[in-house]
């Protein structure tokens, strides 16, 4: 059988909100099963900082680590041993395209800085080289997209990642597709190859068939993500979280 490239997103689509049980037994019963005839690589792509991400890892009691992950949705490492090893090339550059973007645009990142500052339920914290955003509520989350949308509407290079109540600002050639495909290239493993499962906004990057012909999302996702995934006829699984993903994973790639 063909190798695969399994890409999944962390919280929200492996790990539901039960942090203290097992880390998705059906997809590590799936990936386990399946491994027995095929040659299977998994990427984690997550917004997360790998040190975050290897602590909750070890809180669930993981019981495999993936090959690769995709850390603050633009930083690509591999894990070897348990320790992640950058991909100096590519981390290299995306620092220094990032540094540049926000040299270029500091006044703008002030504007947006001032503007939601003004908001009582909203939170600026610094994050990877710029600000961050943290929305305390729904009503919050719609005022700070409307303003950052209407502040970056002439700017394209600079895109606004979102997931849930956080917002983040990025280069706008450096997302969770982005990195998957440079993976891709360097396993030499095609979109005819992949699959790709996420639940929120700062996954549909990378939840296009340009990236990975095997689409999937849980019932939990964000209706942006259902929707997308459905258009491209993509897998909408009726169940949460990691019990979702081994779903639709059953359903493309049945265990022998």
């Not at 995709?70 to 992640?84: D, F, S, Y």
């Not at 100096?88 to 220094?96: I, V």
């Not at 929305?135 to 303003?147: C, L, N, V, Y």
Request: aromatic content about 8%; overall charge negative; charged content about 25%.
């Amino acid at each position: 059988m063909k190798p695969l490239l399994i890409c999944t997103d962390f919280d929200g689509t492996l790990a539901g909100e039960n942090h203290a049980g097992p880390l998705a037994p059906d997809f590590f019963d799936w990936l386990q099963g399946s491994r027995k005839n095929r040659s299977i690589s998994w990427v984690v792509a997550t917004g997360r900082s790998w040190e975050s991400l290897r602590e909750v890892l070890a809180q669930h009691q993981s019981p495999a680590l993936p090959e690769w992950i995709v850390t603050v949705e633009r930083e690509i490492h591999q894990l070897k041993k348990g320790e992640a090893h950058s991909l100096e090339d590519w981390n290299r550059t995306c620092a220094e395209v990032h540094e540049s973007l926000f040299g270029r645009h500091g006044a703008i990142l002030e504007q947006i800085q001032r503007e939601v500052a003004l908001d009582e339920e909203v939170t600026v914290v610094p994050d990877v080289g710029a600000i961050g955003l943290i929305a305390g509520s729904q009503e919050s989350i719609d005022r700070t997209h409307q303003k950052v949308s209407r502040i970056l509407k002439d700017r394209p290079e600079i895109t606004t990642v979102r997931n849930g109540p956080y917002f983040r600002f990025a280069h706008s050639n450096y997302h969770k597709g982005s990195c998957l495909a440079q993976i891709q290239r360097l396993l030499d493993l095609p979109p005819e190859s992949t699959f790709i499962a996420g639940d929120n906004l700062n996954d549909l990057p990378m939840l296009r068939r340009e990236f990975g012909h095997y689409l999937a999302c849980p019932s939990n996702s964000v209706p942006e993500v259902i929707q997308a995934v459905r258009d491209q006829k993509g897998y909408v699984a009726s169940s949460e979280a990691g019990t979702g993903i081994a779903e639709a994973l059953r359903h493309y790639f049945p265990l022998v």
